[in-house]
């Protein structure tokens, strides 16, 4: 059996058997949200297909699953030595970090800042001079601001890079919809910013999104690393291919000959693929998020919309009797208050004990649920939740068994992953069905891999260039 470890452990994991809801009705009404062995198997095609398209010269364009080459061909050795700043943009919030490295050991101070809900729907160039600014006022509180650090930058979007230090955004994710980025090169505006402002000095020699970060993060202590996986806000994986299958190179052909490629496996479905096993509440999601038609796997897996899939069913069986004994609450038919640590929560109570469960119920107005209806709950939980590590999981195979390396390691990162009490197990039980013969994976939880992470490209990118 393939290794299934989570480094450094997580709480001890519980039983995974999913729960049995409390009627027929109940489980006939959710059934939709069960993969079958077989739909599972026309996910992995679909996705090995697309994935195949997306590293074609000739059929990159119309892949959904773009396999952009990252430029990073070097993993780290464990001798990287400096000090380097990191730069980590992909939510709500972003951190600024000034990480040592020496032979092994690691120093890290670091600031978040907020986003501000604006400046996320505001012009580009508003975006880029408040990350200038933060960043000016962590170098002058490290008092570094006349020192001239390397740069390793986050961008934890969908990028098309034309080298180790250009990207141009394809498209926002994840709430952003500043102007003026799309099809820009997200490096060159963050350092027009900072030349705007004249007060610190920088030198960006790395841009890279948060899976190649949790990559390198985890190559650095393990050497077998070979994907880097997100399970979080989104859903992405980056992996190590062979250069001779990367039609889409154009950089060096020197030793090694491999690259990291960013899948963007997020945007998977754009297209239909994943027409067969969308319900009708992820075509609800779909439809008044703020990209619809776009990043169906993606909102299918990701803690930005599990949640909310949690919310619409519930409020579906309250509607049709099957909870709550039909009685709701204007809270729960309210969108987006059924937040995705909910599920977590709700998971976390062990079998037959709902205190968690009665305490999310309660902040939902829902009092009056009785130990069926907490049954209920767990189980519609569990069935969104074992659905998107289900799909991670078969993500997963389908690059191990691309790769073909007897021994990986997948460097983990997320707080779905991170938190939530069962999806390491889950994911792994998928990953086992579908590898071949001879293959051993392990999960490794990442430690700090969008900001560690950014700091070993730009110091592997250092050492190389020296």
């Not at 027009?192 to 190559?219: F, H, W, Y």
């Not at 393990?222 to 039609?247: F, P, W």
């Not at 205190?355 to 209806?373: P, S, Y």
């Amino acid at each position: 059996m393939p290794e299934c470890l989570r480094q450094p452990a997580a709480e001890e994991d519980r039983d995974i058997m999913i729960s049995t809801p409390t009627s027929s009705r109940m489980e006939e009404a959710c059934q939709e949200l069960v993969l079958t062995p077989g739909q599972i198997q026309d996910v992995y095609s679909s996705l090995l297909a697309q994935i195949n398209l997306g590293l074609g010269r000739a059929t990159n364009a119309h892949a959904t699953v773009k396999c952009f080459p990252t430029y990073v061909k070097e993993l780290p050795n464990g001798h990287e030595q400096g000090r380097f700043l990191a730069l980590d943009l992909g939510g709500t919030n972003f951190r600024v970090l000034l990480i040592q490295l020496a032979d092994g050991d690691f120093k890290m101070e670091s600031r978040i800042f907020a986003v501000p809900q604006n400046i996320m729907a505001g012009p580009g160039v508003g975006l880029f001079d408040h990350i200038a600014e933060c960043l000016s006022a962590f170098a002058h509180a490290q008092h570094i601001e006349k020192e001239v650090l390397p740069l390793g930058f986050t961008f934890s979007f969908p990028c098309s890079q034309h080298g180790l230090t250009e990207a141009r955004l394809v498209q926002w994710t994840k709430g952003f919809s500043c102007s003026g980025v799309e099809g820009e090169d997200v490096v060159r505006l963050l350092e027009e910013a900072i030349q705007r402002r004249g007060d610190v000095q920088i030198k960006v020699c790395a841009v890279l999104n948060d899976t190649t970060g949790t990559l390198m993060s985890c190559a650095w202590k393990k050497h077998d690393t070979y994907v880097g996986l997100i399970i979080g806000t989104g859903t992405n994986a980056c992996y190590v291919e062979r250069l001779e299958n990367v039609e889409l190179w154009d950089g060096s052909w020197e030793e090694p000959r491999q690259v990291l490629i960013n899948t963007e496996w997020g945007a998977f479905g754009n297209k239909g693929e994943l027409g067969f096993i969308l319900t009708d509440y992820d075509r609800e999601i779909d439809q008044h998020s703020i990209n619809p038609g776009r990043q169906l796997f993606e909102k299918m897996i990701s803690g930005m919309y599990m949640g909310e899939l949690v919310r619409l069913v519930l409020q579906r069986l309250t509607k049709r009797g099957l909870l709550f004994g039909g009685l709701g609450s204007d809270t729960l038919a309210e969108k987006g208050t059924f937040f995705t640590k909910y599920v977590t929560e709700v998971e976390s109570d062990t079998p037959g004990d709902y205190t968690n469960c009665r305490m999310v119920l309660e902040e939902l107005g829902l009092e009056h649920a009785t130990d069926e209806d907490c049954e209920n709950v767990r189980y519609v939980c569990e069935i969104v939740s074992r659905r998107a590590a289900f799909l991670v999981g078969t993500g997963l195979a389908v690059l191990l068994n691309k790769m073909e390396r007897p021994n990986v390691t997948v460097g983990v990162d997320g707080s779905v992953y991170r938190f939530h009490p069962h999806v390491h197990n889950l994911m792994c039980e998928q990953i086992s069905k579908l590898i071949k013969p001879g293959i051993k994976f392990e999960l490794m939880l990442s430690e700090d891999g969008s900001g560690r992470g950014a700091a070993l490209v730009a110091a592997v990118a250092s050492r190389t260039a020296s």
